[in-house]
């Protein structure tokens, strides 16, 4: 069975800052791996997404995130918080042998501070 | 073009009453999925639908049943109403051709059972 652990369920940085979000799954194929965004009282909107290829995908409003299969991780980056970027993210991965069935993570909300 | 549709946006029932939640999707979307959203669990699959005439259980199903009235709309039907399914309902649709592999998700329906 495929699981998804994201470190810290709460994230505070200063806007500026770098965000750094981690995502380490564990799945018995190879993963396809996903960042969604959720801001307050929305339904969730892909950021990213990591099927094939390139390890190192960019998505939507500045972010970043890097597949590291040595490490079964996939964390999501940002250079510069900004204000906007308040809100919680899920990271999810999907095994193709499962139906492509996503399994998320508990979510990590970003604070970021003026 | 609206996406994925819910309806209600919020509910109140109290433990033992039954309700249906609706979904709709104007994407031609095979593949449907209801999703519950609890707090530090991320979220939690309870039913799908890979196709057109077909629905399989997901992570937590018991308490729930799914009807896929068409490709558009995918319902989900409480029953018997109880406080542990006080929650966040997301409806979601994905493609499902090969290659695809993004999940689309709606604003979401807030149920309290008291």
């Known amino acids: 069975a495929q699981s998804v652990t994201q470190l810290g369920s709460h994230v505070s940085v200063s806007e500026g800052a770098l965000v750094l979000l981690r995502c380490n799954y564990s799945s018995s194929v190879p993963p396809y791996l996903f960042w969604y965004v959720q801001y307050p009282n929305q339904g969730l909107q892909l950021l990213l997404k990591?099927?094939?290829?390139?390890?190192l995908v960019k998505g939507i409003n500045g972010f970043e995130a890097e597949f590291k299969k040595s490490e079964t991780s996939f964390h999501l980056t940002k250079p510069s918080a900004h204000m906007s970027d308040a809100a919680e993210y899920f990271c999810a991965v999907s095994d193709m042998n499962a139906g492509n069935m996503l399994t998320f993570g508990g979510g990590t909300r970003l604070m970021v501070k003026p | 073009n609206a996406g994925v549709t819910q309806t209600p946006k919020f509910q109140v029932l109290k433990t033992g009453q039954s309700m249906t939640l609706q979904c709709a999707q104007d994407m031609n979307h095979n593949s449907m999925y209801w999703y519950r959203q609890d707090p530090g669990m991320g979220l939690r699959l309870i039913y799908y639908?890979?196709?057109?005439?077909?629905?399989d259980k997901g992570e937590v199903p018991n308490g729930y049943n799914v009807s896929r009235l068409n490709k558009r709309e995918f319902s989900l039907r409480l029953e018997s109403a109880a406080p542990s399914q006080t929650s966040v309902y997301f409806c979601?649709?994905?493609?499902?051709?090969?290659?695809?592999?993004?999940?689309?998700f709606g604003p979401g329906t807030r149920l309290t059972v008291t």
């Open positions: 990591y099927t094939t290829g390139a390890t």
């Open positions: 639908s890979a196709s057109e005439g077909t629905t």
């Open positions: 979601a649709s994905k493609e499902g051709g090969q290659g695809t592999y993004e999940q689309y």
